[in-house]
């Protein structure tokens, strides 16, 4: 079968020898591509056992974006690293939250947090991809409780750092959306992307018929 015309050949050999050097993870299908991925963006094999990434959400997700779901996400650097391959594939439309943002948030508040639950409002059939706000994370998953918002197609909750971010991630884990998210501190625009890359890249494959 010839290439994918959507993949670089120097990326297609780095997502080739990360295959060939993975050692056994349990992990298959569309979940070892989003693993390869995060590795290639990260070069750390350690994200293998931080990675939780249900197969059923990641498919659900996959199936939304083969349709044309936005893509919502809570920095310009995140929305950026992930229009190339949407414009590629699907065509989603990319959303930084920041652009359904007040001018200016109330105490206690970030514009991110308000920006980007207005944007789940307004589209929610979305991917959500968090990578930088960890209280972004949390005030939607506050609404979620509160029965104030639905839960996106899949959320991806990779918030880098250290305050707020392990407790917005632990509330990730025990909500029940659907969800990819990375244990511990690790995280950050780029990794958040990179998740959203592989299930577009798969998605468009598996549309063609391409088994690569």
Not at 44 to 72: H, K, N, V, Y
Not at 121 to 150: F, N
């Given at each position: 079968m010839e290439p994918s015309p959507i993949d670089h050949p120097i990326l297609r050999e780095s997502l080739a020898l990360i295959q060939q050097r993975l050692p056994p993870t349990g992990l298959h299908g569309v979940q070892q591509d989003v693993l390869v991925r995060l590795i290639h963006s990260s070069g750390?094999?350690?994200?293998?056992?931080?990675?939780?990434?249900?197969?059923?959400?990641?498919?659900?997700?996959?199936?939304?974006?083969?349709?044309?779901?936005?893509?919502?996400t809570d920095t310009a650097m995140a929305a950026a690293a992930v229009t190339p391959m949407a414009r590629r594939t699907f065509a989603n439309p990319v959303i930084n939250g920041l652009a359904w943002a007040p001018d200016a948030a109330p105490p206690g508040q970030t514009r991110t947090a308000l920006g980007l639950a207005a944007a789940?409002?307004?589209?929610?059939?979305?991917?959500?991809?968090?990578?930088?706000?960890?209280?972004?994370?949390?005030?939607?998953?506050?609404?979620?409780?509160?029965?104030?918002?639905?839960?996106?197609?899949?959320?991806?909750?990779?918030?880098?750092?250290?305050?707020?971010?392990?407790e917005a991630k632990a509330a990730l884990a025990r909500s029940g959306w659907p969800q990819v998210r990375l244990e511990g501190s690790r995280g950050g625009a780029g990794l958040a992307a990179a998740v959203v890359n592989a299930l577009l890249r798969r998605a468009w494959l598996d549309g063609q018929g391409y088994n690569t």
């Open positions: 750390d094999w350690r994200l293998a056992t931080a990675l939780r990434c249900p197969a059923a959400a990641c498919e659900q997700a996959m199936a939304a974006l083969a349709s044309g779901a936005p893509i919502l789940v409002e307004r589209h929610p059939r979305s991917v959500v991809v968090i990578g930088s706000a960890p209280t972004a994370l949390l005030h939607l998953l506050t609404l979620g409780t509160q029965g104030r918002l639905e839960p996106p197609v899949l959320m991806v909750g990779m918030p880098v750092g250290f305050v707020a971010v392990q």
